[in-house]
T-cell receptor, first 114, second 118 residues
């Protein structure tokens, strides 16, 4: 069964430091997309970053980057120079191309300490 | 502004009283879906739709119905709500599949609907 696992329910980081959120997944598909979404206290879900599995290069969006290890089925999110506005729940997710379902992890709550 | 609009944002109801949560998108997306968010469980997909009149079950469809009569609208219907359906609900839409550009499979979410069933 296809699954997404986020093993860290909660993490803390000092402002301006770097933090890495873990995500592992299980899929039988060979070509797929992976996503990180952010949910701040406002509850609005926002796309953080997207990775295409066939691309070797790790995706980067400003202070956010991923470490994509396809063989290990690992997709971690690195946040550099953490800011107070990064405090949120972060969800790892991927759409199942064959069935059109969308699978989410259970989320990691990130606290940013001033 | 490209957006997904869902209503109501907050609702308190009683067991057995039918309710509908509306969802509308203005991006001409083929794909629309509903999720519920519960503490410790993340987001779980309830139903999804690939296009008008095409819907299918997600992982937790029991107790819910949907319809897709128009491309822009995808209402979630709770025919006889029960307390275990107390949750935060999200509607989302997307382009789907390869060849759709960088927007493919990126979900645009509504603001969420907090539902309490007493």
């Amino acid at each position: 069964a296809q699954t997404v696992t986020q093993s860290q329910p909660e993490m803390s980081v000092q402002e301006a430091e770097t933090v890495t959120l873990s995500c592992t997944y299980d899929t039988s598909e060979s070509d797929y997309y992976l996503f990180w979404y952010k949910q701040p206290p406002s509850r609005q879900m926002i796309l953080v970053i997207r990775q295409e599995a066939y691309k070797q290069q790790n995706a980067t969006e400003n202070r956010f980057s991923v470490n994509f290890q396809k063989a290990a089925k690992s997709f971690s999110l690195k946040i550099s120079d953490s800011q107070l506005g990064d405090a949120a729940m972060y969800f790892c997710a991927y759409p199942l191309k064959g069935t059109y379902k969308y699978i989410f992890g259970t989320g990691t709550r990130l606290k940013v300490l001033a | 502004e490209a957006q997904v609009t869902q209503n109501p944002r907050y609702l308190i109801t009683v067991t057995g009283k039918k309710l509908t949560v509306t969802c509308s998108q203005n991006m001409n997306h083929e794909y629309m879906s509903w999720y519920r968010q519960d503490p410790g469980l993340g987001l779980r997909q309830i139903y999804y739709s690939m296009n008008v009149e095409v819907t299918d079950k997600g992982d937790v469809p029991e107790g819910y119905k949907v319809s897709r009569k128009e491309k822009r609208n995808f209402p979630l219907i709770l025919e006889s709500p029960s307390p275990n359906q107390t949750s935060l609900y999200f509607c989302a839409s997307s382009l789907w599949g390869q060849g759709q550009g960088t927007g493919a499979n990126v979900l645009t979410f509504g603001a969420g609907s907090r539902l309490t069933v007493l």
